[in-house]
């Protein structure tokens, strides 16, 4: 009989990659598998619990919160306040950062960044939604934890991963040395390691993107679409068409199948949508580690300053060769000098 390796047992295992740690790094990843697992439980009943629709609030984004938005966002503070690892949490649903001062967590190292629910405008019509986090050691040696601890680039993270809430609920993570998938058991409780040494494949035939903004993406974007669409034997086009709304979603099939996942800037946000911290950061740093490829469309995500904790960011993300295409799309139509043309509008120097 195959042995089952749990999340547990296999954090342990790798706690040697990172000497410096002495198991608060462990520590801190099963403090998010287990807020993972409540927040797992009650997306499965939403339905039956009463946590479905809008909670009447909106958060920093200016974006309508959904009840399951702020009970996800409460469940992954607790976890990581209780655990005394984490210093600073970084969320999409609180307008400033989250200073932990307890007593267990005074001499804490990290910092986490996390999107509690993405995709969770898709929770009332049962899609499959995931949280994104990433996990960065804090810079300063003394004293209380500052925001510049916080601004940190994608290169810094030492952990990143996200969890997709779906047929099966899995926890997909990587701590720099590759990436390895865990589908929970809920016969026993514990995510158990699945999919081990993930890779992306170099090339995809689906293409995911909110095609409804078309009319206000750059020319090179655009461009790219139609290259998706036309048919082509040699290379295997046209690509199929996937968008669920849920970043989660979509990448993890890029993860599994390959294929690209685009949010480009608009006229609307000329520098994009998706906020560069707590959600493209994690994402091109897993991917990266998986052999795929992320870029804002002119530069590696990975490199990007970060400016301030929810900045925003446009991303092209997935299969190196898809990624690569579409920079080259970019870059002949819409070069980066004027970040230009959207239709209509005047080009943005």
Do not use: W
Not at 71 to 98: H, K, M, P, R, W
Not at 227 to 246: L, N
Not at 305 to 320: D, L, M, T, W, Y
């Amino acid at each position: 009989m195959k042995s089952i390796k749990t999340l547990g047992q296999f954090i342990i295992e790798k706690q040697a990659d990172h000497p410096y740690a002495k198991g608060e790094l462990s520590r801190l990843l099963r403090d998010i598998g287990i807020a993972a697992k409540i927040v797992n439980r009650e997306v499965n009943k939403a339905g039956l619990a009463n946590i479905l629709g809008d909670a009447g609030s909106v958060n920093i984004q200016g974006e309508g919160q959904k009840m399951l938005d702020i009970y996800a966002n409460e469940q992954f503070i607790s976890a990581l306040t209780s655990g005394g690892e984490c210093c600073i949490v970084v969320s999409e649903e609180n307008e400033d950062c989250v200073y932990i001062d307890n007593e267990v967590s005074q001499d804490a190292k990290y910092i986490v960044a996390i999107d509690p629910l993405d995709g969770s405008s898709n929770i009332d019509v049962n899609v499959s939604v995931g949280t994104i986090f990433s996990i960065y050691r804090r810079k300063s040696t003394e004293g209380r934890a500052t925001l510049e601890d916080v601004l940190q680039r994608g290169t810094d993270q030492i952990a990143a991963g996200y969890i997709i809430y779906g047929s099966s609920t899995m926890l997909v993570y990587t701590t720099g040395k590759g990436v390895n998938g865990f589908t929970l058991d809920p016969s026993i409780g514990e995510f158990c390691l699945s999919h081990p040494h993930m890779q992306m494949p170099k090339e995809g035939n689906i293409y995911s993107i909110n095609e409804g903004y078309y009319a206000h993406f750059p020319d090179g974007v655009k461009k790219y679409i139609k290259y998706c669409q036309v048919e082509d034997a040699k290379t295997h086009r046209p690509y199929t068409s996937r968008y669920t709304g849920s970043m989660v979603a979509d990448l993890h099939r890029s993860l599994v199948k390959g294929g690209i996942y685009m949010y480009p800037m608009t006229a609307h946000a000329p520098l994009g949508k998706l906020r560069l911290v707590y959600e493209c950061n994690p994402m091109a740093f897993l991917v990266e580690q998986a052999g795929g490829k992320a870029s804002n469309g002119y530069e590696r995500i990975l490199e990007l300053e970060v400016k301030e904790p929810h900045q925003r960011s446009a991303i092209f993300i997935g299969s190196e060769n898809m990624v690569n295409k579409a920079e080259e799309m970019i870059a002949c139509f819409s070069p980066q000098g004027t970040k230009r043309s959207f239709e209509g509008v005047v080009s943005i120097q």
